[in-house]
């Protein structure tokens, strides 16, 4: 028999450091979602990641009690800011430029989100990232 599924959820969770003070406590034992169990298997799933770095993670619960989660790569916006070696991106994205990257950084950015991107090609890929750039000030050079 199937399980019965009550919803999902969104959560932005940092590799490796998932705990049960909040955000992540209240969000999930509101759901009923056994917190301690979910903290040990994110923090295994993400130990091959760079720590600290922000993983959105989808979590599905059912009426069980049980859940499944899938964790995407990190944002676009996290790679090009560690890229061009920035704390933020632009107040006035367009009129002002705040840092740089290459195209072979860009290219390294879209094949490690390829997977979470909607794109067929590494080219496609690229032109999501430059947009992503573009729009947080960012030149391509």
Known sequence: MAKK???SMKLQVPA?????????GPAL??????IMEFCKAFNAKTQDLEPGAPCP????YYQD???TMEIKTPPAS???KKAAKLKSGAKVPGRETVGSVTAAQVKE????KMKDLNANTIEQAMQIILGSARSMGIEVK
């Open 57 to 60: 993670t989808v979590i599905t």
């Open 78 to 80: 996290y790679y090009l």
């Open 16 to 24: 490796g450091q998932a705990n049960p003070s909040p955000p992540v």
């Open 109 to 112: 950015i879209a094949e490690a």
């Open 29 to 34: 034992g509101q759901r009923g979602i056994n």
């Open 65 to 67: 009690k049980s859940f």
């Open 5 to 7: 599924l009550v919803g």
